[in-house]
Antibody, heavy 120, light 107 residues
Framework: QVQLQESGPGLVKPSQTLSLTCTVSGGSISSGDYYWSWIRQPPGKGLEWIGYIYYSGSTYYNPSLKSRVTISVDTSKNQFSLKLSSVTAADTAVYYC????????????WGQGTLVTVSS | EIVLTQSPGTLSLSPGERATLSCRASQSVSSSYLAWYQQKPGQAPRLLIYGASSRATGIPDRFSGSGSGTDFTLTISRLEPEDFAVYYCQQYGSSPSFGQGTRLEIK
């Protein structure tokens, strides 16, 4: 059974770059059937898709965040990563990684999520 | 961009009652690309329904999904105490997006 686990700093200063990694266990990130995704949820608010990556390195980003987002994959470590630049307080959120079925784009399973706070 | 609007924002019901949650899309969505998730406090969302009407693995049969085009519905036939949570619909058009959620609370 595939499991995902986010890791990274819980506090980032304004204007800096947020960096998170998702480690996949119980399955290969190189499976061609899935996209590997980042989704965030500001405290008390709804879900926002950030983007995803295919094992080959092809990426797809939310247009509203595209200028600040980079998602990369390391198949040798079975990990994928998120970088979000020039962060502000509005980027404070729980960040989830999730697997998306490539054919239909629904998300399952999800990591437990990690809270990232943007504050000086 | 396809916008999903969920209603009501909050639904107050008692255990044993039937819950009907609505998700309306700003333009037509293929049923294959419509999913529902349940989120409990402090937890990640969990996939409930995919393809508008198929239950995910381990989801009880009191949960059902229906709809097509721009109007989709999640129905919980008889509410159990563990069903009180927030529910999100999600679509994939040119890019994925989520509805704003419906909070199902105990009356």
């Amino acid at each position: 059974q595939v499991q995902l686990q986010e890791s990274g700093p819980g506090l980032v200063k304004p204007s800096q770059t947020l960096s998170l990694t998702c480690t996949v266990s119980g399955g290969s990130i190189s499976s061609g059937d899935y996209y590997w995704s980042w989704i965030r949820q500001p405290p008390g608010k709804g879900l926002e898709w950030i983007g995803y990556i295919y094992y080959s390195g092809s990426t797809y980003y939310n247009p509203s965040l595209k200028s600040r987002v980079t998602i990369s994959v390391d198949t040798s470590k079975n990990q994928f990563s998120l970088k979000l630049s020039s962060v502000t307080a509005a980027d404070t959120a729980v960040y989830y990684c999730a697997r998306a079925l490539a054919a239909t784009h629904w998300f399952d399973p999800w990591g437990q999520g990690t809270l990232v706070t943007v504050s000086s | 961009e396809i916008v999903l609007t969920q209603s009501p924002g909050t639904l107050s019901l008692s255990p044993g009652e039937r819950a009907t949650l609505s998700c309306r899309a700003s333009q037509s969505v293929s049923s294959s690309y419509l999913a529902w998730y349940q989120q409990k406090p402090g937890q990640a969302p969990r996939l409930l329904i995919y393809g508008a009407s198929s239950r995910a693995t381990g989801i009880p049969d009191r949960f059902s999904g229906s709809g097509s085009g721009t109007d989709f519905t999640l129905t919980i036939s008889r509410l159990e105490p563990e069903d009180f949570a927030v529910y999100y619909c999600q679509q994939y058009g040119s890019s994925p997006s989520f509805g704003q959620g419906t909070r199902l609370e105990i009356k």
